[in-house]
Nanobody
Framework: VQLQASGGGLVQAGESLTLSCEAS????????IGWYRQYLGSQREFVAG???????NYADSVTGRFIVSRDNAKSTVYLQMNSLKPGDTAVYYC????????????????WGQGTQVTVSS
């Protein structure tokens, strides 16, 4: 299984950025996919998850600003990040194949390599 995350970069507060995660080695259309982020010196925290159906859920800190979507034909999940804040600065990771226990995304065994997002004030 390989997860290739891309799209990170340096932006100013208020701007937008879209991350991509291309997966291989899994039956993508059946897989739940998650996005996490890790601040320097901290553990990874959940950002967003998307079920195979396309239904999504988000951390409270990004609800209303971030949108996760998937393109099964391209085996790719996207994280559109709007109204970015300096507090969103972190390394972002995608994860698969996840599972859901109720509304809670549980991470699977595989992680992408991470992509750095830096938001300047």
């Amino acid at each position: 299984v390989q997860l290739q995350a891309s799209g990170g970069g340096l932006v100013q507060a208020g701007e937008s950025l879209t991350l991509s995660c291309e997966a291989s080695g899994i039956t993508f259309r059946f897989a739940a996919i998650g996005w996490y982020r890790q601040y320097l010196g901290s553990q990874r925290e959940f950002v967003a998850g998307i079920r195979s159906s396309g239904a999504a859920n988000y951390a409270d800190s990004v609800t209303g600003r971030f949108i996760v979507s998937r393109d099964n034909a391209k085996s790719t999940v996207y994280l559109q990040m709007n109204s970015l804040k300096p507090g969103d600065t972190a390394v972002y990771y995608c994860n698969a194949p996840g599972s859901y226990f109720g509304a809670t995304y549980r991470p699977g065994a595989f992680w992408g390599q991470g992509t750095q997002v830096t938001v300047s004030s």
